[in-house]
């Protein structure tokens, strides 16, 4: 092992240790509304992520769920929910800081990931937001968790977000990475500046067959190349990224990636059963639960500015930069902060 290595791994141990003092003393990095920055425990964090696990599975709704519990069995619930092309690995940290509060965190593969299987195979393999969202809650329903926090970045906050306006009444609080990203068919129709468009072009990809096909040979590469760009200043290892991609060889991996884009654009249909739960989303109806927006400065993905969703939250809210060099992955880059945030909105 050569110099710079041994200085990695002593770097690691002593921001471990200093993580783990933090969390005995009843604290976690401090945050504010403005700038928050993650510098002092990002510098020296090794760039192999510990992993997250064991894996439970359980029967809910229309699968069997592939599922991470870290915690206390009567701890206050959260449901850490990732997104596209990440897995549950993005909450390896934040599960066991979180846990080490006294909080219970559920962490599940969503459907198209990880061991999460359909239970039929006559299901439509849809990957419609809402739809995601009605899985997480059946989830809940699985456990017998009655309310939970929701947190998530991607998909994950996309989803969060619906839950957290369909069913107010199971999520008491909300933690979004980017904010609000709730969004319908009739607006996916909407043309964007050439510059915004070429920020989507993975989009106009899954829309042909060839990116289908694409998508599906390639899915590794694909996936570690959206990694670089939408967070171009995380420096995460071989190691780091495998232990996720094996989550995309789920057998419907490909097809509900696909279908989530080419609905966006309203090149497919959704499910008849779930028309009245997107025409309660379509008018893009405001979040009433306390909610932590959170926003990484190196963020390569195309995301909206926080100025352009601060009026969609109409209970108690803060938006919080982090600062770092921190991107897309937000809750795997900067798990301190995303975990502050949890602990904080449920004091709301």
Not at 35 to 42: E, F, G, I, P
Not at 186 to 213: C, D, V
Request: with cysteine.
């Amino acid at each position: 092992m050569n110099e710079q290595q041994n200085q990695d791994r002593r770097g690691f141990l002593g921001t471990a240790a200093l993580a783990l003092a933090a969390l005995r003393a009843g604290d976690i990095p401090s945050t504010n509304s403005r700038t928050t920055t993650a510098d002092a425990l990002r510098a020296n964090r090794a760039t192999t992520s510990p992993p997250l696990g064991p894996v439970k599975q359980i029967n809910a709704g229309l699968l069997n769920v592939g599922y991470v519990d870290v915690g206390p069995v009567n701890g206050r619930a959260v449901l850490l929910l990732h997104g596209w092309p990440y897995d549950i690995q993005s909450y390896a940290e934040v599960a066991p800081l979180l846990a080490a509060k006294g909080y219970r965190a559920i962490v599940p593969y969503i459907r198209g990931y990880g061991s999460t299987r359909f239970l039929s195979s006559e299901t439509v393999r849809n990957g419609q937001p809402a739809v995601v969202a009605v899985d997480a809650l059946a989830l809940m329903d699985a456990l017998k968790i009655e309310k939970a926090i929701v947190a998530g970045f991607d998909w994950g906050a996309r989803t969060a977000d619906i839950m957290a306006v369909l069913w107010p009444q199971r999520c008491p609080a909300l933690v979004s990475v980017s904010g609000y990203l709730i969004g319908n068919q009739a607006s996916g129709k909407e043309p964007l500046p050439p510059k915004a468009e070429l920020e989507w072009w993975y989009q106009y990809y899954f829309a042909t067959e060839r990116g289908r096909a694409g998508y599906d040979k390639y899915r590794h590469d694909f996936a570690k190349l959206i990694w670089q760009t939408a967070s171009p200043k995380w420096r995460f290892d071989d190691a780091t990224f495998n232990r996720s991609a094996a989550s995309f060889v789920n057998p419907d991996h490909v097809a509900v990636v696909v279908h989530n884009y080419r609905w966006r654009l309203g090149l497919v249909e959704g499910e008849a059963k779930y028309n009245e739960l997107e025409k309660q989303l379509a008018p893009g109806p405001v979040v009433t639960v306390p909610t932590i927006t959170l926003e990484g400065d190196a963020n390569g993905a195309p995301h909206p500015e926080p100025s352009a969703y601060a009026k969609k939250f109409s209970g108690k809210y803060e938006h919080r930069n982090i600062g770092g060099g921190v991107g897309h992955n937000l809750p795997q880059e900067a798990p301190e902060a995303f975990a502050k945030a949890v602990i904080d909105v449920a004091q709301f």
